[in-house]
């Protein structure tokens, strides 16, 4: 195997083969079932504007569908941050990470403060070795919020007609 061809880790090296593998296993865990719907919840319904709001959801029918999405995100990060998936695999293949990143990120100061500094820090450590994922983030938020600004006059004028 070449060197090229290998990602380190530990005292041990993964190849491009095996980190393609991994890669793919986590897509297949993002297609289950459950996931699925935990997923549709935080892109569709879940839009926190403060801590109050994330409690709200913590603390609802939705918190396993929370956790589950935040938590698989986070370790998938950590994958990559230790090294047995290189950023660049990562990034070209998967974009979801980013998105649940800048719904959270306005507000994860108050969410560490109450449940503890550890919070997201795998993802947030991606983000920051990302070029360019501020102004990535930046952009994401403002779309979601043109969406939602659509969306409820489609409502409103529903309600009107």
Request: aromatic content about 10%.
């Amino acid at each position: 195997m070449a060197a090229e061809d290998q990602v380190a880790i530990g005292v041990f090296a993964m190849s491009k083969y095996q980190e393609a593998e991994l890669v793919l296993k986590l897509y297949e865990l993002r297609r289950d079932e459950t996931m699925r719907k935990a997923r549709d919840w935080f892109f569709l319904e879940f839009n926190p504007e403060s801590i109050a709001d994330f409690n709200s959801a913590m603390f609802s029918a939705h918190s396993g569908h929370l956790r589950m999405v935040m938590s698989y995100w986070d370790m998938a990060a950590a994958l990559v941050n230790h090294g047995a998936i290189s950023p660049e695999l990562f990034n070209d293949t998967n974009g979801e990470h980013f998105s649940v990143f800048a719904k959270l990120e306005p507000i994860l100061p108050d969410i560490r403060a109450s449940i503890g500094p550890q919070f997201l820090h795998s993802l947030e450590k991606l983000m920051d070795a990302t070029p360019n994922s501020r102004e990535r983030l930046l952009a994401i938020r403002q779309r979601t919020r043109s969406i939602r600004s659509q969306l409820a006059s489609r409502q409103h004028g529903s309600d009107q007609a």
